[in-house]
T-cell receptor, first 113, second 112 residues
Framework: SQQGEEDPQALSIQEGENATMNCSYK?????LQWYRQNSGRGLVHLIL?????REKHSGRLRVTLDTSKKSSSLLITASRAADTASYFC?????????????FGAGTRLAVHP | EAQVTQNPRYLITVTGKKLTVTCSQN?????MSWYRQDPGLGLRQIYY???????DKGDVPEGYKVSRKEKRNFPLILESPSPNQTSLYFC???????????FGPGTRLTVL
């Protein structure tokens, strides 16, 4: 079963607007990671936030983590057409006797010029 | 340049014809894994390897084999491919299982 589930499934915005994507999960985690995937290409790591952290920034990206609600959000500020991609959250946890990284189904972001 | 490479990038084959997808990383990572990506299902882990000669099943291992004879290489073997293995495959590596993953460019496999 999927651990991380992104919301919304798809998001369409204009250049310059902010984009917010959410990720919910079910069990305790060690960390949560966000990745970007351009169409048909490999995933690229964006940010890793540990379970004892609440917020992290990287350039125009801001990630928050609320372990009490078991949720995370990825905010892309001042979006650009080049931000058009799918975004995945991945939860890292110790499950079933071993470490596990589970990916959600992703949010497809379209940024229109 | 630090990278994960996969070959081939595209492959069309027929049911039952054994194939191997190679994966190599140049970052001296201990952890490597294989995923398949299908529409609406995200990435699902097929097999992973914690180190040389140490491999284990992921969530969807049926129909696949792997080996880890050297640290840098982690080939994925389909002994008798079937149409339900048509998918986009990614190899990934990292320092440890819960660290950031470095992904290869993907292999698009079609089994007729």
């Amino acid at each position: 079963s999927q651990q991380g589930e992104e919301d919304p499934q798809a998001l369409s915005i204009q250049e310059g607007e902010n984009a917010t994507m959410n990720c919910s999960y079910k069990t305790s985690i060690n960390n949560l990671q966000w990745y970007r995937q351009n169409s048909g290409r490999g995933l690229v790591h964006l940010i890793l936030i540990r379970s004892n952290e609440r917020e992290k920034h990287s350039g125009r990206l801001r990630v928050t983590l609320d372990t009490s609600k078991k949720s995370s959000s990825l905010l892309i500020t001042a979006s650009r057409a080049a931000d058009t991609a799918s975004y995945f959250c991945a939860t890292a946890s110790f499950s079933g006797g071993y470490n596990k990284l589970i990916f959600g189904a992703g949010t497809r972001l379209a940024v229109h010029p | 340049e630090a990278q994960v490479t996969q070959n081939p990038r595209y492959l069309i084959t027929v049911t039952g014809k054994k194939l191997t997808v190679t994966c190599s990383q140049n970052m001296n990572h201990e952890y490597m894994s294989w995923y398949r990506q299908d529409p609406g299902l995200g990435l699902r882990q097929i097999y992973y390897s914690m180190n040389v000669e140490v491999t284990d099943k992921g969530d969807v291992p049926e129909g696949y084999k792997v080996s880890r004879k050297e640290k840098r290489n982690f080939p994925l073997i389909l002994e008798s491919p079937s149409p339900n293995q048509t998918s986009l495959y990614f190899c990934a590596s990292s320092l440890a299982s819960l660290n950031e993953q470095f992904f290869g460019p993907g292999t698009r496999l079609t089994v007729l």
